[in-house]
């Protein structure tokens, strides 16, 4: 199967600064990266769809500024938490999904980067 | 618009016990359907999917789902259980054709099996 890597797959850092979160497909190139939260013992709630070279989709209620995306290139997606609180403290979880045709349009998973905001 | 609800937050399983986890979607247009498991601080690994064709689906690790269009369900099952198999599953829906593909998921329910 396709491989999704993150990094870092633990952070903790400050109230008030900002973490960047890096998302790979490390064996295909991803048209688009999807990227959830996932709170303690919740489902996994979508909050951007990101394609290649163009601006992120926003779910309703995520803050764009606050959860800066960029996908610069076709295995590469970064979430970024602007000015990071605890209640930013969370499971983030990305997705990526292949070019059209390829791997039947599947998204496959990344491990999750814990995020912890003290 | 699309949902998907999952009854039972919790199962526990004896194991070598049948598991039945199950799944009802909503969907407006024809749907895919997804079973995904987390094991804990992980990411989703695909178990099945249901796209077109054959309504019976056969996952890995010995789990497999039927497609229910009138039922609007897509429960998941295994004969046996195993230790190894708890866990915390997903089902999740995908309108076919819909923008950029995205997946909405169930709640998730925890899978226990005792010894």
């Known amino acids: 199967g396709a491989v999704v890597s993150q990094h870092p797959s633990r952070v903790i850092c400050k109230s008030g600064t900002s973490v960047k979160i890096e998302c790979r497909s490390l064996d295909f190139q991803a048209t688009t990266m999807f990227w959830y939260r996932q709170f303690p013992k919740q489902s996994l709630m979508l909050m951007a769809t990101?394609?290649?070279?163009?601006?992120?989709?926003?779910e309703q209620g995520v803050e764009k500024d606050k959860f800066l995306i960029n996908h610069a290139s076709l295995t590469l997606s970064t979430l970024t938490v602007t000015s990071a609180h605890p209640e930013d403290s969370s499971f983030y979880i990305c997705s990526a999904r292949a070019l059209a045709g390829s791997r039947n349009n599947e998204q496959f998973f990344g491990p999750g980067t814990r995020l912890t905001v003290l | 618009a699309q949902s998907v609800t999952q009854l039972g937050s919790h199962v526990s399983v004896s194991e070598g016990a049948l598991v039945l986890l199950r799944c009802n979607y909503s969907?407006?247009?024809?749907?895919?359907l997804f079973w995904y498991v987390q094991y804990p601080n992980q990411g989703l690994q695909l178990l099945l999917k249901?796209?077109?064709?054959?309504?019976l689906v056969k996952g890995i690790n010995g789990f497999e789902a039927e497609f229910k269009k009138s039922e609007t369900s897509f429960h998941l099952t295994k004969p046996s259980a195993h230790m190894s198999d708890a866990a915390e599953y997903f089902c999740a829906v995908r309108t076919s054709g819909g923008s950029n593909y995205k997946l909405t998921f169930g709640k998730g329910t925890l899978l226990t099996v005792n010894p």
């Open positions: 249901y796209t077109t064709g054959a309504t």
């Open positions: 990101s394609n290649e070279g163009s601006k992120a989709t926003y």
């Open positions: 969907s407006s247009v024809p749907p895919y």
